[in-house]
């Protein structure tokens, strides 16, 4: 990946030694975040929890296509010994969708990593697969439907759109997640939150933080 930041000039990459092969593996997420500023797609905010740098909560934005409009959240998971293993993307808000599980709201990653390439494939990339998914069918194939009703009615815009919105709609069926972590009072900041906080204005511009927070606790008010 190539990218205009060095490792040197991360944010994380300061004071401390990184030698062990769990630390390096946590500074090349965190760097991985740090360059969103040069990869990540439009409409798509993400940020690191505060206590683990392996899950990343987020936000789409759908701008067009049949779920224009919608606004989901979801979360990202890394295996321990990332980036050998693909990450584990969930969605938080109920989604009618073939590739997202109706029970676990898990995504479905084969269709664009059939296999998970380390150091060929990246987090920016899921996020960029996150996003198509709501917006292009060419992924939508029998083979890869992990939501068989949805598949079925991929043809008949209407009655999709009604079990969308009716699913988008129905917020007790989402996951239910700890939304505490993005309320950083003063005595529970330290240096590594100040340092996601300050990777997250640099990636995606201080205006959206607090919005960010709304927007995961809910009081961010969508129109279907």
Do not use: C
């Amino acid at each position: 990946m190539s990218t205009d930041l060095r490792a040197s000039e991360s944010l994380f990459g300061g004071k401390g030694s990184h030698s062990t092969l769990e630390q390096s593996r946590d500074l090349q997420i965190m760097f991985e975040y740090e360059t969103l500023i040069y990869y990540s797609p439009s409409g798509v905010i993400v940020i690191p929890d505060m206590k683990s740098i392996h899950i990343w909560y987020g936000i789409v934005f759908v701008r067009s296509g049949i779920y224009k409009d919608q606004v989901y959240k979801f979360l990202i998971d890394m295996p321990n010994d990332y980036p050998n293993s693909a990450p584990k993307v969930t969605f938080i808000s109920p989604v009618f969708h073939p590739l997202i599980d109706p029970v676990t709201y898990e995504l479905n990653l084969i269709p664009k990593f059939p296999i998970w390439r380390p150091k060929k494939d990246f987090v920016f990339m899921i996020l960029r697969y996150i996003k198509s998914v709501f917006i292009q069918k060419g992924f939508w194939t029998s083979k890869d439907s992990k939501n068989h009703a949805a598949f079925v009615l991929k043809d008949e815009e209407v009655l999709y759109m009604e079990e969308m919105i009716k699913t988008s709609r129905n917020k007790s069926d989402g996951k239910k997640h700890d939304a505490w972590i993005y309320r950083v009072t003063g005595a529970e900041e330290n240096e590594d939150t100040r340092k996601i906080l300050e990777a997250f204005k640099k990636v995606h511009g201080e205006e959206d933080l607090n919005n960010f927070f709304d927007w995961l606790d809910d009081k961010y008010t969508r129109k279907n």
